[in-house]
């Protein structure tokens, strides 16, 4: 069982990059055999979750999955399952299991899927962890601690793809050619990495609010080399930002220091520049949003957007 206290406020807080640069009918309907918690003051845990210490043995730094299966994976034992990977694993983990519930209480309109959550390193904060492994270069935002450690998001993709993905697909019933990536933030910026250099690691991927200011829009750059140089570009894209994530002098409610809209926008235009006949490719502004409060809204479009049950063969 994944046990954690849930600090989202605190979690939202990593996930934006701070110190860096109902009726009671609808819930008894909801919540059938909702698992009962241990009390005498012991840690709330997340229901029919594991966790498991999958390390990487170039680094030699310890990392862990959390895992959380679909309602019908022990009934339905011939079936195979789409997996999402969630980067920012304390706080996207436990969030993404509840979304993907709720969305199907009255009916489905996501496929079930199983939910891999990809840890911190062990004995390290949220802040260190990500931007050294989410981040594709070592020129990091200015005002970082001088002894931060950025620009390893190569090796990290290395980890994800030499060590977790085969981890789960010799334990778990997946389909390994329906992998989901989905990040926020910084954890946008490696998916977008991947996304460019290696886009069949998955089918699917939802960007949040990415840093795509990050190194003078060294991943925007990326991405027009990538049109010079390629004829296609295999995969299925969900990239949403928040609506108050730019700069916009005098209205308090625009807060960001960097123009977040815009750059995605730039990034939505030229990855379609080249009508690529293989990206299926979505980008949301998405309203009365700025860069801590987007997220649970932007995951749930982007599996609505990437699951959706649908009649016949899936595009």
């Not at 009255?106 to 004995?123: H, M, N, R, T, V």
């Not at 829009?217 to 010079?228: F, G, K, L, S």
């Not at 009365?288 to 899936?314: C, Q």
């Amino acid at each position: 069982m994944l046990k954690q206290f849930l600090f989202i406020g605190v979690c939202a807080c990593v996930l934006a990059g701070c110190t860096d640069g109902s009726t009671g009918q609808a819930q008894a309907k909801e919540m059938p055999g909702a698992a009962e918690q241990r009390g005498d003051g012991l840690p709330y845990e997340i229901s029919d979750s594991e966790v498991w210490d999958v390390p990487d043995p170039v680094s030699q730094r310890g990392y862990q999955v959390f895992v959380a299966l679909p309602p019908s994976y022990r009934t339905q034992p011939e079936r195979r399952y789409p997996v999402i990977y969630a980067t920012d694993a304390d706080y996207a983990f436990p969030l993404l299991k509840q979304i993907g519930r709720r969305l199907n209480v009255e009916g489905p309109k996501i496929e079930e899927f199983i939910l891999i959550g990809l840890s911190y390193a062990k004995e390290e904060g949220g802040m260190e962890s990500r931007r050294r492994d989410y981040t594709p270069t070592e020129n990091g935002p200015a005002g970082s601690p001088k002894e931060a450690l950025h620009g390893q998001g190569k090796a990290y993709q290395t980890y994800v793809r030499d060590q977790v993905l085969p981890f789960v697909a010799q334990r778990y019933r997946t389909d390994e050619k329906r992998g989901i990536l989905l990040g926020h933030s910084y954890g946008s910026l490696l998916g977008m990495q991947i996304l460019l250099s290696e886009p069949g690691l998955f089918d699917g991927y939802i960007l949040g609010s990415p840093s795509f200011w990050y190194d003078r829009h060294y991943m925007i750059n990326q991405a027009r080399a990538y049109t010079t140089s390629h004829d296609d570009l295999p995969a299925r894209v969900y990239m949403y930002v928040g609506e108050y994530e730019e700069t916009r002098p005098g209205d308090a409610r625009f807060s960001q220091s960097a123009n977040m809209v815009t750059d995605t926008k730039n990034m939505d235009q030229i990855l379609r520049s080249r009508q690529y006949r293989s990206l299926h490719l979505q980008t949301e502004v998405l309203n009365d949003e700025d860069h801590v409060s987007v997220a649970p809204r932007g995951f749930t479009l982007g599996l609505k957007y990437l699951l959706p049950v649908i009649a016949g063969p899936r595009q």
